[in-house]
């Protein structure tokens, strides 16, 4: 039996669920708990070293890159329509993929952790989490980055990362029923993932969907895949947004 | 050459199937392609872009990829411009060796190794603008320097160039960079003690990524790899170096990758002297 191990319901579990979904094969979510640093328990680091806080366990493996899994569990189950016969629609859905988990996965935790906590909440949390031994340190050029940008503009960098991310969906959704080629692939369920937890995350999103990526987003909804894993997700009890930050 | 076509058209129509790689020295990200090609035995045309100039923001190249990033691949008209995703195109479009497994879950643990690697490789590209890059491109006017800059395309790539060129790293963004490396490095070693190559018993695009970004590190942070500490990260480099493939490619190098014959030497690995 496949398990999701996840501490909030964004995109990544969301990603992972409706991927299973469509490829009908069962299974079950665990949830962990991120305000107390749940990921970073011994029992969770046997499935991931790094402590990751979305993790897929299927056929003996423990997957903590949620994009990486989706790609496993489509290649495992040989499913072509999710990916493609072609090397270079299957170059372009990979990089569809992580270019949008990597523009905007981080800026929505971000953004949606620091619209919807409590202040109060937040402090406390960042107090703790400065004292966390387990707690990973940002480096590389992530963290000059980092370091560089105001606490105050953090918020509007984070949008913006995130409009554009928006906007180049647009863009292959103008001419296009789907994001890469002519088929329904990985990319369209990441690409929705990630949308939907931009819809909860921050005001007006869907407004400022161009009319035919609001039609591939209707398109998206009515899929059983989405439903069934809206449904098996929101029966887990996580929530959308409470993917707190671990780089202090 | 079909009937009609000039020389020069048929020329063009031939060439439409041999890759067309863009890019600078065979040097981390830039490096990847020219590495998965030498690999794969396969005949390319190399353009070469030349970073210190900044020549991959100039009109002929953000013609091809407006972003302005390197490398580029041009094959069979299609474009592509992510680094570590072009290796798999390669190998699936290319004959020759294979350098991705067949089973998923083989094929899930390289992917996720050249993920590991890249994370990794931001704290080498930190460390080494600071020690030898950043003094490089700072070593222009600051007008030059500007009017380069300007040609970016994109604000939020002006302002990252902006910075790095600017870059005074602090003590604890040199010190969390110079860990993180040691601490990769001893992760490679520890892979490595139970397999030959990082992804399971066959060389696969994770050695080609993870190789195309540490290969210089005896010589440009040797207290990271002292072979003593890590025996089996040092094994593997050797063995990669010894790969035809490898010495081939970096006799493509221009700049920064010419230290790959010094390491070589270091490693005390032959290369044909025919090679520069």
């Known amino acids: 039996m496949n398990r999701i191990i996840a501490g909030h319901g964004g995109a990544s579990t969301f990603a992972l669920a409706t991927t299973l979904e469509e490829l009908g094969q069962p299974y079950t979510i665990s949830s962990l708990d991120l305000s107390q640093f749940e990921q970073w328990d011994e ?59 990597g523009q905007m996965s981080g800026p929505l935790a971000y953004l949606g952790w620091h619209s919807r906590t409590p202040q109060t909440v937040q402090r406390d949390y960042l107090d703790r989490l400065e004292r966390h031994p387990q707690r990973p340190v940002l480096s590389g050029w992530s963290a000059v980055w980092r370091d560089a940008v105001p606490e105050d503009q953090r918020a509007s960098d984070a949008r913006a990362k995130v409009d554009k991310a928006m906007a180049m969906i647009a863009a292959r959704l103008a001419n296009n029923a789907w994001l890469v080629g002519a088929r329904f692939s990985l990319a369209d369920i990441m690409a929705f993932a990630l949308l939907r937890e931009a819809r909860t995350v921050l005001d007006g999103v869907s407004a400022a969907f161009a009319p035919a990526m609001g039609q591939w987003f209707a398109a998206m909804e009515r899929r059983h895949s989405v439903s069934a894993a809206q449904r098996r997700i929101q029966l887990s009890g996580l929530d959308t947004i409470s993917c707190a930050p671990v780089f202090a | 050459m079909a009937q009609g076509l000039s020389a020069s058209q048929g020329a063009l129509l031939a060439s439409m199937d041999r890759p067309q790689v863009y890019t600078w020295d065979p040097n981390s990200n830039s490096g990847k392609p020219l590495f998965v090609l030498a690999e794969k035995g396969a005949e390319f045309d ?123 790293f602090s003590d604890r963004q040199l010190a969390d960079a110079q860990a993180k490396i040691v601490d990769y490095v001893r992760e490679l070693d520890a892979v490595l003690a139970k397999s030959a190559w990082l992804a399971g018993p066959g060389f696969t695009l994770a050695d080609i990524m993870t190789f195309a970004n540490f290969y210089s590190l005896p010589l440009s942070n040797p207290v990271a790899c002292q072979e003593a500490d890590v025996p089996c990260f040092i094994d593997w480099l050797r063995r990669i170096y010894a790969r035809p493939a490898t010495m081939t490619t970096f006799a493509l190098a221009r700049s920064i990758a010419m230290r790959a014959f010094k390491v070589a030497d270091m490693l005390n690995v032959p290369w044909r002297e025919d090679l520069p």
Not at chain 1, 55 to 78: F, R
Not at chain 2, 74 to 82: D, G, M, P
Not at chain 2, 121 to 149: F, Q, T
């Open chain 2, 46 to 168: 190399y353009h070469y872009i030349d970073l210190l100039e900044f020549e991959q923001h100039g009109a002929d190249y953000l013609a091809i990829n407006p972003a302005g990033t390197v490398p580029t691949l041009i094959h069979n008209q299609r474009t592509f411009t992510e680094s570590t995703e072009m290796g798999e195109y390669l190998d699936a479009a290319l004959p020759g060796p294979r350098l991705v497994p067949t089973d998923p879950a083989e094929r899930y643990a390289m992917r996720l190794r050249c993920r590991l690697t890249d994370i990794a490789a931001e704290s080498i590209s930190v460390i080494g603008w600071n020690n030898s890059l950043g003094p490089m491109v700072r070593s222009k006017s600051p007008e030059e320097l500007e009017r380069l800059i300007a040609r970016i395309p994109t604000e939020e790539r002006r302002v990252s160039w902006r910075r790095a060129s600017e870059a005074s």
């Open chain 1, 43 to 101: 029992g969770h680091r046997r499935h991931s070293a790094a402590g990751e806080p979305v993790v897929l366990l299927c056929s003996g493996l423990a997957m903590d890159n949620p994009l990486l899994a989706m790609l496993y569990l489509a290649e495992a189950a040989d499913a072509c329509d999710l990916l493609s016969q072609d090397p270079a629609d299957t170059y372009q859905i990979q990089a569809v993929m992580a270019q949008l988990m």
